[in-house]
T-cell receptor, first 112, second 112 residues
Framework: EAQVTQNPRYLITVTGKKLTVTCSQN?????MSWYRQDPGLGLRQIYY???????DKGDVPEGYKVSRKEKRNFPLILESPSPNQTSLYFC???????????FGEGSRLTVL | KQEVTQIPAALSVPEGENLVLNCSFT??????LQWFRQDPGKGLTSLLL???SQREQTSGRLNASLDKSSGRSTLYIAASQPGDSATYLC???????????WGAGTKLIIKP
């Protein structure tokens, strides 16, 4: 089954404690991206990756890092989380020829 | 810079009605226009994708149209059902990269 898998789905952490949200897709898509969704602000892109070892900033990259060492994985790293990073995070991969997006189930992160 | 607007922000209708959700965008240089559905606490599900060269796409009771010249897309839902209750988001994908610009969504409630 074609899918995008994110982990963890829910996480409560404290300010400054490094965390990683993993994202994996099994569709061999080249393009992957991370979004955060906040009430009243909609979906905003954090980072995207056009292919292995190719990443670029989206609209709200501050406080985040990503890596793309393999085509299937695109982890989101919060080196020193802060309360303003409390949000719902989505990973997505894109089918190259159509541009259709496939989303993970989301990861709800709370930073205390 | 592309801006995407969805009107109305919320809509409540009785079961069985046909309804139209609106999406407008400011820059007609798009690669595609996508409609998504999001259920509370869940991820996003792709509903319809209209390529820039297309005028409409249909899937079951859903029909999406695209008019690039006027910067508008509509999502038509026929014979609405309570199970259609969700938030519907549209996103315009730029033709120079895969970045999507999102609308804030329309929250739809179908009353039994």
């Amino acid at each position: 089954e074609a899918q995008v898998t994110q982990n963890p789905r829910y996480l409560i952490t404290v300010t400054g404690k490094k965390l990683t949200v993993t994202c994996s897709q099994n569709m061999n898509h080249e393009y992957m991206s991370w979004y955060r969704q906040d009430p009243g602000l909609g979906l905003r892109q954090i980072y995207y990756s056009m292919n292995v070892e190719v990443t670029d900033k989206g609209d709200v990259p501050e406080g985040y890092k990503v890596s793309r060492k393999e085509k299937r994985n695109f982890p989101l790293i919060l080196e020193s989380p802060s309360p303003n990073q409390t949000s719902l995070y989505f990973c997505a991969s894109t089918q190259g020829n159509t541009g259709e997006l496939f989303f993970g189930e989301g990861s709800r992160l709370t930073v205390l | 810079k592309q801006e995407v607007t969805q009107i109305p922000a919320a809509l409540s209708v009785p079961e069985g009605e046909n309804l139209v959700l609106n999406c407008s965008f400011t820059d007609s240089a798009i690669y595609n226009l996508q409609w998504f559905r999001q259920d509370p606490g869940k991820g996003l599900t792709s509903l319809l994708l209209i390529q820039s060269s297309q005028r409409e796409q249909t899937s079951g009771r859903l029909n999406a149209s695209l008019d690039k010249s006027s910067g508008r897309s509509t999502l038509y839902i026929a014979a609405s059902q309570p199970g259609d209750s969700a938030t519907y988001l549209c996103a315009a994908q730029g033709d120079s990269n895969y970045q999507l610009i999102w609308g804030a969504g329309t929250k739809l409630i179908i009353k039994p």
